[in-house]
């Protein structure tokens, strides 16, 4: 009989893979598995938007005044159910909830924390635009006397390089998960019969030499400072002989925009702009989870200048300017924006 390689699943893989090797409390995979159960319940829900086309508003603004739909409470509400059952977690950081989230947890040293945007790009749902769950995994050790002795934010707030794992699930044609744990980025395909994500990639790395891809949104060129100006006129000018010229992707949803950087490569950029100083995007639930995966797949994060993974939040709702992608292209939109603080000085 012709042996079916089974594909592992992504219990199998997260036992065999990580709760035997990785240096972090393996607790942690328990919560990447409330994640996944998450994600499936939310796949429901946006295919179903999808299919009826509507929208439905809360009519509230979220903590950014942005119009909160009733499936970004919704996907928020979901993850939070699973993912507090294992009490693995100490508290939850969402776009959708104003100020920290402590979690009962009875996890011996505290638990993690969960940094997470539950559904993001979700302003394209009504059009059927993928959009996507993002997590961040960091560690708490509660130096301050044991899980019950309260919170402090000087632990919540840690630069992405602490992060234990961070990946986000995709809702598209399929439903993909992908995440890392800082030994390689795996994705996961669900698979519609068995409700099983499946392993479909195994340690992914942007391919090289990359697909010649800026991704950027262009309404705000007028708004952009020189140096992005004379960085994205760059990539619109004629290639030399022989040489393949770049072409421009943006879809709006930053999980499908990095989720094509990372299979294919590129630079997505969302700068800091005359009107969003700090840019649009937030550093622990957006950049930080973006930055570990971009980094762990030969590719490299900044805000422009500096290692996203670096960058200590000052609070839980920062916002950052991204660039992420190929390394060779996000190390030359550096040099590019570091001529810009060199002429200003
Ligand atoms: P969210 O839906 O979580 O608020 O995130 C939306 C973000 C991100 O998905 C995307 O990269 C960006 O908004 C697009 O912003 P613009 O419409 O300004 O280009
Ligand atoms: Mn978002
Ligand atoms: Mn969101």
Redesign the pocket.
């Known amino acids: 009989m012709r042996s079916r390689t089974l594909v592992p699943t992504l219990g199998a893989f997260l036992e065999s893979e990580e709760a035997a090797h990785s240096s972090a409390p393996p607790d942690w995979i328990h919560v990447l598995a409330g994640l996944a159960r998450a994600g499936t319940r939310i796949a429901r829900v946006v295919a179903r938007t999808g299919l009826t086309g509507t929208l439905p508003r809360t009519g509230d603004r979220n903590v950014h005044g ?1 119009a909160a739909t009733r499936i970004d409470q919704y996907a928020h509400n979901a993850v939070v159910e699973e993912v507090a059952a294992d009490e693995m977690l100490c508290c939850i950081v969402s ?1 959708e909830a104003e100020d920290l989230m402590p979690i009962p947890s009875s996890h011996p040293d505290g638990g993690c924390i969960l940094a997470l ?1 539950p ?5 394209n749902l009504g059009v059927n635009v993928p959009v996507g769950t993002i997590f961040s995994l960091l560690p708490y050790s509660s130096s301050d006397g044991g899980p019950g002795a309260g919170l402090t934010l000087t632990e919540i707030l840690r630069p992405g390089r602490d992060q234990i794992a961070a990946g986000y699930v995709l809702y598209g044609a399929a439903t993909v998960l992908v995440y890392t744990s800082g030994r390689g980025v795996h994705g996961f395909i669900r698979d519609p019969e068995s409700g099983e994500f499946l392993l479909n990639r195994r340690d992914i790395r942007i391919p090289s030499p990359s697909a010649r891809h800026y991704s950027t ?1 262009e309404a705000y060129t007028r708004r952009w400072n020189p140096r992005q100006h004379e960085l994205v006129r760059h990539f619109k000018r004629p290639p030399p002989e022989g040489a393949k010229g770049f072409s421009a992707r943006y879809i ?4 499908a ?1 990095i989720h094509r950087t990372l299979l294919v490569g590129g630079l997505f950029m ?1 700068p800091a702009f005359r009107g969003k100083p700090e840019g ?2 937030r550093l622990m639930y957006e950049a930080a989870p973006m930055g570990l995966i971009m980094e762990q797949a030969g590719g490299r994060a900044t805000n422009g200048t500096e290692d996203i993974l670096d960058i200590r939040p000052r609070h839980i709702h920062q916002r950052t300017p991204l660039f992420a992608g190929t390394r060779e292209l996000v190390d030359a939109a550096a040099s590019h924006l570091e001529g810009e603080a060199a002429n200003s000085e």
């Open positions: 942005e776009e945007d559904l993001d790009g979700s302003s949104n709006g949803s930053l999980v925009d969302y649009k995007l």
